[in-house]
């Protein structure tokens, strides 16, 4: 079975950065479009992220010019980096893949990798 390891999260001030990674075990089709999610305490998890297999991207209001992600295709791996951080981006970081046409998900969900902003 697929799986996904996300890392790269930490304890970081406002206005710092983080780059985090996301790991498949196996390469992801090109009908898969992988995102990068988030869920705060209390909250339902939100995509924040997508990129598509010819690296198109596109990203939630609320991100918009502070992330950014990327994937490199030979390592089965998609990136988020993650600048200008506030309070209000502490959360569980997760990634996935949705197939374009039956909205299937890519893998089990992974653990996540904890953001945390605090000064």
């Known amino acids: 079975q697929v799986q996904l390891v996300e890392s790269g999260g930490g304890l970081v001030q406002p206005g710092g950065s983080l780059r985090l990674s996301c790991a498949a075990s196996a390469s992801i089709p090109s009908t898969y479009g992988m995102g990068w999610y988030r869920q705060a305490p209390g909250k339902q998890r939100e995509l924040v992220a997508t990129?598509?297999?010819?690296?198109?991207?596109n990203y939630a209001d609320s991100v918009k010019g502070q992330f950014t992600i990327s994937r490199d295709n030979a390592k089965n791996t998609v990136y988020l980096q993650l600048n200008s951080l506030k309070p209000e981006d502490t959360a569980v970081y997760y990634c996935n893949g949705r197939n374009f046409i039956s909205g299937k998900y890519y893998a089990p969900w992974g653990q996540g990798t904890q953001v945390t902003v605090s000064p």
């Open positions: 990129i598509t297999s010819g690296s198109s991207t």
